[in-house]
């Protein structure tokens, strides 16, 4: 074990006393020494994979020690799956500058985006101690993920080709091979995702519910005991990897549920077999456990105030983050702005498939959205809402990322009244009524709709600042707060005119990633729900896109996908970004916005920024949590 930990320290760049130093001996978890000396555990060496993931602590991130419980809050029994999502223990991830790397997997090859070969750590285990090895992949392709009886719809669909299922090989008990005859540009990301794509499954665990490892009269049992109709039910319920709701599930990442829901407080153990270690010979997490204490979302931020929880951004928003200073002055703990990762907080999304004819002509008409966009008077929001902490924008790319433009950001921002009004008379909107609201071509005054999930005050104090400035321009704005239920409906029927929602997901892409959210794939683009479910649905629902520009979006995002090379990836997404930047087909409103995350001041290795999102980041989950550490005081 110490000739393999030695060569990764010295492929780390460690200077050999250093090695020597770090190598004198293993460092037990002290959590569990007395497991390990009553017999009920091995040794942290034979614990650990022969080649385990060396994470180098250097520069901002400092080596820890053991011990100590995390408190977080959350506001329903659901949110447990947050620390999957923190833990971010996957096959393979994304570092801090979005590169993707083995973590899981020892290694891996790619040739031509369309063969990929895996090749798992000798010796990884699963948190129960049984091997971690092919066996466990085989059982998800073959058991599960074409098992028509399990997976009615077959395997995933980024498993999925042009109609094509991969051809997958288990080369020996550690390699195995994904294989596609055209390129599958989505594999890797759906493997490093918040909410991965998995291809494996414990099978020594999953078998005793599966009807071709277990006796049917066992089986019936379990459907009684569990309420299920179906052996099927069983095994589902079993396997949960990522609600995290099944404690006898063998698991992978740092820490392991052991409370059975419901339950107002959750307890997640290390997991005592984990594969990743510091160069000092310390098995990774340091924090020894987790404690998730749920409670109304409502509270979450009065009780991080009150210093009810050691790492907290879930449930907080930026309007919390002068009590959370003031509360800080007094407590234990410090606040720090990390940045959102989304092309545009709020943006609006004029809907191209609306039914009513005659807005529908208006809002595919390009001068009129620009008209809309210079009608905002984004600077004013940037004032009153966010205190000018933010930055006003379109719904694009964000200049941190490798893809940023300029003008991707700025083009028709502007608060421009004047070519506004002209924009609009020229689209012949040149007819007011006695309000000084402008008549559409039927003599409708012109009144846009906006709906919205009404979950949010931020968003009505927004859109009233928008209403101020369109009025203006003589458009009446009317807010239309409905549930998230109803808001998605009518945007799908196309009874909506408008919608408000946040902008792009993953506002930091590289050339490598999906660029579908810019494209018409899915009905959840509110901007065309048709559209996107023509596409999503392989033309079975929906409308074929009508608008040459959407058509070509289309095109552009298959290019990607079938694109052999870099460079043609890099093509297609420059296309793309440049057609949304000069069809403003969303309408970006602010971006860059804060997100206050409460750090308690013993713990250690969280940073001073960073971006909080799901994707592509996991919130936390690139800055790797099991090195965060607690200082004596609290150990």
């Known amino acids: 074990m110490k000739r393999f930990l030695t060569s990764l320290l010295l492929l780390a760049g460690l200077v050999p006393g250093m090695v020597a130093a770090a190598l004198d001996q293993w460092h037990e978890t002290p959590s569990l020494a007395a497991q390990v000396q009553a017999g009920e555990l091995p040794p942290v060496e034979e614990r650990m994979p022969q080649v385990p993931r060396l994470v180098n602590l250097s520069g901002d991130k400092t080596l820890g020690r053991h011990g100590g419980q995390l408190r977080l809050l959350m506001g329903k029994q659901k949110d447990i799956r947050q620390i999957v999502i923190y833990g971010y223990a996957r096959l393979v991830g994304y570092s801090p500058d979005l590169r993707l790397e083995a973590d899981i997997l020892e290694r891996y090859e790619v040739f031509e985006n369309r063969v990929f070969t895996l ?111 179906n052996w099927m039910g069983v095994h589902v319920s079993r396997d949960r990897p990522y609600k995290a709701t099944n404690p006898d599930l063998p698991s992978l990442q740092p820490w392991v549920n052991s409370t059975y829901p419901p339950s107002d407080r959750f307890i997640f153990k290390r997991n005592p077999y984990y594969h990743r270690v510091d160069q000092t010979g310390r098995q990774l997490p340091y924090i020894d456990s987790i404690a998730v204490n749920i409670v109304s979302s409502k509270l979450v931020p009065a009780k991080a105030g009150a210093d009810e929880s050691d790492l907290q951004a879930r449930y907080l928003r930026m309007d919390n983050y002068t009590f959370l200073k003031t509360a800080s002055k007094r407590s234990d703990f410090d606040v720090r702005l990390w940045q959102t990762a989304k092309g545009a907080h709020m943006a609006l999304y004029p809907n191209l498939n609306t039914n009513d004819p005659v807005y529908r002509d208006l809002l595919r008409e390009l001068r009129f959205r620009r008209a809309l966009s210079l009608a905002i008077h984004r600077y004013e929001i940037n004032q009153v809402v966010y205190f000018r902490l933010v930055e006003e924008s379109n719904n694009t790319v964000l200049r941190e990322g490798p893809l940023y433009k300029p003008e991707y950001q700025s083009d028709w921002i502007e608060f421009d009244l004047k070519t506004a009004n002209r924009l609009l008379d020229e689209l012949g909107l040149d007819r007011r009524d006695d309000r000084g609201i402008r008549l559409m071509p039927d003599g409708r005054p012109l009144e846009i709709m906006v709906q919205t999930a009404g979950e949010s005050t931020e968003q009505t104090d927004v859109l009233e600042l928008i209403h101020d400035s369109w009025l203006k321009a003589g458009i009446k704005l009317y807010s239309v707060p409905s549930t998230r239920e109803v808001f998605r409906n009518r945007i799908f029927s196309g009874d909506a ?139």
């Open 119 to 229: 090749h798992l750590r000798k010796g990884h285990k699963w948190s129960d101690g049984h091997p971690f090895t092919a066996e466990d992949f085989r059982y998800y392709w073959e058991d599960v993920a074409t098992n028509p009886q399990l997976s009615k719809g077959g395997p995933d669909k980024l498993l999925i080709v042009d109609g094509e299922l991969p051809q997958v090989e288990f080369l020996d008990r550690y390699t195995l091979r994904y294989s596609w005859s055209q390129p599958n540009p989505y594999f890797l990301p759906a493997l490093a995702g918040a909410r991965p794509l998995y291809i494996y499954k414990p099978a020594h665990y999953l078998r005793q519910f599966h009807a071709a490892y277990q006796s049917e009269a066992k089986l019936k049992q379990m459907m009684e005991d569990l309420g299920k109709r």
């Open 497 to 635: 005119i408008m919608s408000i929602w946040s902008g792009l997901a993953n506002a930091i892409p590289t050339a490598d990633s999906s660029p579908g959210d810019l494209a018409p794939t899915s009905k959840y683009q509110y901007q065309w729900p048709k559209w996107g479910s023509y596409y999503e649905s392989s033309g079975k629902s929906g409308e074929a896109p009508d608008l040459p520009a959407a058509q070509k979006l289309v095109e552009l995002n298959d290019q990607w996908a079938h694109a052999l090379s870099y460079e043609q990836r890099l093509d297609a997404w420059n296309q793309i970004l440049e057609i949304n930047r000069e069809q403003m087909f969303t309408i970006g409103i602010v971006n860059h916005v804060p997100h206050p995350v409460v750090v308690n001041n013993h713990l250690h290795n969280v940073p001073d920024k960073g971006f909080y999102d799901i994707s592509p980041g996991a919130y936390f989950g690139i800055y790797k949590p099991d090195t965060f550490w607690f200082d004596e005081a609290r150990r």
